[in-house]
């Protein structure tokens, strides 16, 4: 059974810092290209970032580009997401995402698999 257990998120204030991270059960974890996609209360899931298979290529979303980071170690099997400068508009609910030999996508539909998300709150 594939799983993706994402950890991480809790309550920080504006200006705060998060760290997310993606534990993949997928084998072998360098198959897949990885993304981090969020979900606000009342709003459409959106892209967040992406990784490709190695770790050379990143994707963000025009939000949080020049805040966020994503990486990855295959070695650990996990995906990490680095939150900087947090704004209360960054508080959703974080998924972790994987997505079988393909390239880094930003797009939900052709991801594979989904861990059941973290909760980010950023209070003003």
């Known amino acids: 059974q594939v799983q993706l257990v994402e950890s991480g998120g809790g309550l920080v204030q504006a200006g705060g810092s998060l760290s997310l991270s993606c534990a993949g059960s997928?084998?072998?974890?360098?198959?897949?290209?990885m993304g981090w996609f969020r979900q606000a209360p009342g709003k459409e899931r959106e892209f967040v970032a992406a990784?490709?298979?190695?770790?050379?290529?990143?994707y963000y979303g025009d939000s949080v580009k020049g805040r966020f980071t994503i990486s990855r170690d295959n070695a650990k099997s996990t995906v990490l997401l680095q939150m900087n400068s947090l704004k209360p508009e960054d508080t959703a609910v974080y998924y972790c995402?994987?997505?079988?030999?393909?390239?880094?996508?930003?797009?939900?539909?052709?991801?594979?698999?989904w861990g059941q998300g973290t909760q980010v709150t950023v209070s003003s």
């Open positions: 990784i490709s298979w190695a770790g050379g290529t990143t």
């Open positions: 997928v084998r072998p974890f360098s198959n897949y290209a």
């Open positions: 995402a994987a997505r079988y030999a393909g390239n880094v996508s930003t797009r939900e539909a052709q991801y594979n698999y």
